[in-house]
């Protein structure tokens, strides 16, 4: 297993959604025991604590989007920390709520224009976060991030989007809660996406070996997304949008030992996280172990093995 230096970043955000309690989730990630799980694997941990958004100014009156400046302000201070950090290190972005993905994937799609590589990214979520300001019916932000750093129009006040990610490079799975405005939109895109039904019928392992595989043959850097609702609420249920039918534990762990087998993933968000909801902190420790898998932990090791 190679070694790396993973660089933890607090994002306590909480303007995506009306909700509160994910502001809560750096601490709880650290609580639950994140940076010792990683330097038990051998890592080098350095945790660059939480980020704070910029100076904002109110929203102004019957403004359609909730939060909207405070959202705009931490997309800004986020993007800004994950171009320098995915430079130095490995990022894990402790959440804070999903909106948060507006800013790093954003800085992390211009390092890659800086060293020349395409980046792709796995949305690991219930949902697609495809919808716009101007689309969504609700006004929480925390469904727009996708929509947002795939180039998508209607996100005045944002900083521009420069490397918008390619539709093709984004890869959803979990998908089941997605409104009609939302599945029509994808319908037209080349996005890949699998919802709960594709994994039901073909595992998670297929479509998720076969975006990796894209991945590799592009020589692209890969950002992954891992939600809390990725997982179903019986196992995980410190989220605010809890959609029954998610990933089981097991399917989760395998997707992640996937992801370090692969050796692709350059950064990962952890997202979505509310303490207020859960229950003795085992959400916080669940997500804690898939982040663990994903950069080392396994039962037992699985050489190469000859068959002539």
């Known amino acids: 297993m190679t070694e790396k230096t993973c660089l933890l970043v607090g994002a306590p955000v909480d303007s995506g959604k009306r909700r509160r309690g994910c502001l809560m989730g750096p601490d709880a990630f650290r609580t639950a025991g994140l940076r010792e799980s990683l330097e038990d694997l051998g890592h080098t941990v350095e945790d660059l604590g939480n980020v704070a958004p910029r100076g904002f100014e ?3 009156p019957n403004t359609p989007s909730y939060a909207l400046n405070e959202t705009i302000a931490w997309t ?3 993007a800004d920390v994950a171009e320098t950090a995915v430079s130095k290190g490995f990022p894990i972005f402790l959440g804070g709520d999903h909106s948060l993905s507006a800013g790093t994937v954003a800085g992390i799609a211009n390092h890659a224009a800086k060293v020349n590589r395409p980046l792709y990214v796995l949305w690991l979520d219930a949902h697609t976060d495809f919808h716009t300001p101007l689309t969504s019916d609700s006004g929480n932000l925390h469904g727009t991030p996708v929509a947002y750093f795939a180039g998508r129009e209607g996100f005045d006040g944002f900083p521009k989007m420069q490397n918008p990610v390619p539709e093709e490079n984004i890869c959803m799975i979990g998908l089941r809660s997605v409104d009609l405005a939302e599945r029509e ?24 070996a076969a975006f990796l595989e894209h991945v590799a043959q592009n020589k ?4 992954v997304s891992l939600d809390v609702d990725f997982l179903d609420p019986s196992v995980a249920p410190a989220v605010g949008t809890t959609v029954p039918g998610g990933a089981t534990v097991r399917e989760a762990h395998l997707a992640m030992e996937m992801l370090h087998d692969s050796e692709l993933v350059t950064s990962l968000d952890l997202v979505e996280l509310n303490p207020f909801l859960d229950e003795r902190g085992r959400t916080a420790k669940l997500m804690v172990d898939l982040a663990a898998s994903a950069l080392g932990r396994r039962v037992f090791d699985r050489p190469t093995r000859s068959f002539t």
């Open 76 to 78: 800004r201070a986020l």
């Open 220 to 223: 692209g850097l890969l950002h």
């Open 58 to 60: 109110p929203d102004a």
């Open 185 to 208: 939109t994808l319908q037209a895109t080349q996005i890949r996406r699998h919802d709960m039904r594709d994994i039901d019928e073909n595992g998670i392992a297929r479509p998720l």
